[in-house]
């Protein structure tokens, strides 16, 4: 399913994951199946537990008795496991961020390269969508959504143009918005701008950064000692929150230490310093410029 998604850094994640050919494994972004696959391939009598809670991805799904698809959003990881009857894991891998599927549906609204309404939702049951908070949200936490998500030090402005012009015409496609903020977008620099300010939505729309949080947390939870963790992330919000927990064991990046002041975590950085993808590998796939990987190991 290369068309639906064709993964950053594929061997580097799969060898990360130090794989048992009778392990317990968890995929937590199914998205195209491609690490899934290559698991499946190095399993025997293992099992692997994938999540996507855009049903597209079902499209995918792998005829193997050895696999299970939920259509799960990966922030209910340790109740959908305890539900299958697993209680530990061996492994999970993450592959953050949009599919190639995604983002090449126009009406999914995830890219600001065609005009469609601003919808961004993973999940399509979800209720609210970027128009949504486009038209909904007053200037101050708009702004807000901006600089915290897009790290747009412009926030302020951009709220304000969105604000005047949705009084006159509601901001609903990606015209709308390009016509609302006409004269803010920087020269030269339009397609980071542009970037950012999707992303911005997007985490929003999709809670992103508190799932990713509470995914973490619990499967630090349901990892056997010895079992890994293995994460892709494409900016730096996410980066930064799974440096700091892999690191540390919390995601304000502060250790924890007990009544003698010894330092206490929980995981150990396989590569302690993260990987990216290679000149060839970006030649063959320039989506995957933005990716970085990080593995941790559970004490």
Known sequence: MDAYHLPALLKESIAGLNLKPDGI?????????GHSRAILEQLTAG???AFD???DASAN?????????????FRYLKNNLRYLGIEKIDGLIADLGVSFHQF??????FSFRSDAELDMRMNRQATVKASDILRTYEEERLADVF??????????????AIVKARAAKPVVTVSDLAGALKGQVPPREENKFWARLFQSLRIEVNGELDALKEM????LQVLKPGGRMVVITYHSLEDRLVKN????????????KDFYGNVSTPLRAVNRKVIMPSEDEIRSNSRARSARLRVAEKI
Do not use: C, K, W
């Open 61 to 73: 799904a792998i005829g193997d008795e050895r696999f299970t698809l939920l259509n799960q959003n």
């Open 147 to 160: 600089y915290n998500y897009g790290e747009l030090t412009t926030s302020r402005r951009l709220a304000a």
């Open 53 to 55: 809670q855009d049903t």
């Open 216 to 219: 973490l947390t619990q499967a």
């Open 104 to 109: 090449d549906e126009q009406e999914r609204g």
């Open 47 to 49: 099992r692997l537990v």
């Open 245 to 256: 927990f892999f690191r540390t064991g919390s995601f304000e990046g502060e250790s924890e």
């Open 25 to 33: 494994y968890v995929d937590v972004t199914f998205g195209g199946g």
